[in-house]
Antibody
Framework: EVQLVESGGGLVKPGGSLRLSCAASGFTFNNVWMSWVRQAPGKGLEWVARIKHKSDGETTDYAAPVKGRFTISRDDSKNTLYLQMNSLNTEDTAVYYC??????????????WGQGTLVTVSS | DIQMTQSPPSLSASLGNRVTITCRASQSISSYLNWYQQKPGKAPKLLIYAASSLQSGVPSRFSGSGSGTDFTLTISSLQPEDFATYFCQQSYRTPLTFGGGTKVEIK
């Protein structure tokens, strides 16, 4: 069974740091691109960051609001995706989902999602 | 950044009704458009990719169409399990962006 399981969320003070993890199973993790997508309470979906697989140089890309503060990484030996979040502010409060990017030719979509982990930034 | 605008933000419909949701991109994105369904407290679920391709396991009452800047998601006959929020998303270029969502409620 294909599964993504996030962990590491919680309550953190403004300016603090947190590292999220996403454990993947049921598919060949090192063959896929992965992303983090977040959703603030009662709001829509916002893409946060992407990391390509090793064959594509593990290239990373970030949304403007998190660039320079968040770092996406992966450990293919552990089938795990990470999101290191620094200098957190209240606007980062959200449920964070990890997602597998599936593709056909140049078409890409979020084909598999984790259950999400809640990050709350508050004093 | 490519902005995605969905309409309407919400709608009320009865069981068996045909429902159409539209999504407009701020520039041409060819067919790089995906649709997701999200129920309260749950992760989004892929319905349609590449504008009109039905994801495996998704009922055939869901369909997608469009290219360029204008896209539609159609539910041909609304079922009880279809009451949810629907999001479009472009994959033409990063930053990947989503529409604001359309909440489908029971009339």
């Amino acid at each position: 069974e294909v599964q993504l399981v996030e962990s590491g969320g919680g309550l953190v003070k403004p300016g603090g740091s947190l590292r999220l993890s996403c454990a993947a199973s049921g598919f060949t993790f090192n063959n896929v691109w992965m992303s983090w997508v977040r959703q603030a309470p009662g709001k829509g979906l916002e893409w946060v960051a992407r990391i390509k697989h090793k064959s594509d140089g593990e290239t990373t890309d970030y949304a403007a609001p998190v660039k320079g503060r968040f770092t996406i990484s992966r450990d293919d030996s552990k089938n795990t995706l990470y999101l290191q979040m620094n200098s957190l502010n209240t606007e980062d409060t959200a449920v964070y989902y990890c997602s597998r990017e599936d593709s056909s030719g140049y078409f890409i979509w979020f084909g598999c999602w984790g259950q999400g982990t809640l990050v709350t930034v508050s004093s | 950044d490519i902005q995605m605008t969905q309409s309407p933000p919400s709608l009320s419909a009865s069981l068996g009704n045909r429902v159409t949701i539209t999504c407009r991109a701020s520039q041409s994105i060819s067919s790089y458009l995906n649709w997701y369904q999200q129920k309260p407290g749950k992760a989004p679920k892929l319905l349609i990719y590449a504008a009109s391709s039905l994801q495996s396991g998704v009922p055939s009452r869901f369909s997608g169409s469009g290219s360029g800047t204008d896209f539609t998601l159609t539910i041909s006959s609304l079922q009880p399990e279809d009451f949810a929020t629907y999001f479009c998303q472009q994959s033409y270029r990063t930053p990947l962006t989503f529409g604001g969502g359309t909440k489908v409620e029971i009339k």
